[in-house]
């Protein structure tokens, strides 16, 4: 198995691999389009990066990545967007073997650790995480505010 960043022409597989990712947590199926992948992934306008697993020319997983920085604390971290494995794939080795590389990357640019969001009910997801060393952050919470029109007061 080899892992590399990705490239353009990875753009469908990694589309594909994330639409099992949404099935496998009962997400909306976001479709075969990899137009939004190239784009963000790889146009002018970067807003990712990507690890895959290549393994006899097939993208077998990729982590999906982008950089954070506090200024409260002058601390780097990446976050980790997306982990996906193809089904039949699991249980290989593929999700450990990317969050290593992706380990090496994290300290290549100096960052304390590795952030990521985790739905509560992925008890599989949670499993791999705890068996490779992540621990739950008990001082944060996680928090979404909607963009767009901002609802009334009580």
């Given amino acids: 198995m080899k892992i590399r960043p990705a490239r353009r022409e990875d753009a469908a597989a990694i589309a594909q691999l994330s639409r099992e990712l949404a099935e496998h947590l009962a997400d909306p199926d976001?479709?075969?389009?990899?137009?939004?992948?190239?784009?963000?992934?790889f146009g002018a306008n970067k807003w990712f990066d990507c690890l895959v697993a290549e393994q006899e020319g097939e993208i077998a997983g990729f982590a999906l990545y982008c950089r954070r920085f506090e200024a409260h604390t002058r601390s780097k971290k990446l976050y980790l967007a997306d982990l996906a494995v193809a089904k039949g794939r699991r249980g290989e080795g593929i999700g450990e073997t990317l969050i290593e590389a992706l380990r090496k990357e994290a300290s290549a640019l100096g960052c304390k650790s590795i952030v990521f969001d985790l739905w509560v009910e992925n008890t599989t997801a949670r499993g791999f995480y705890e068996r490779i060393g992540a621990v739950r952050d008990s001082e944060l919470e996680v928090y979404a505010i909607p963009v767009g029109a901002v609802p009334s007061a009580p």
């Avoid at 976001?30 to 992934?41: H, M, R, V």
């Fill in 30 to 41: 976001p479709g075969a389009d990899s137009g939004p992948i190239l784009e963000l992934g």
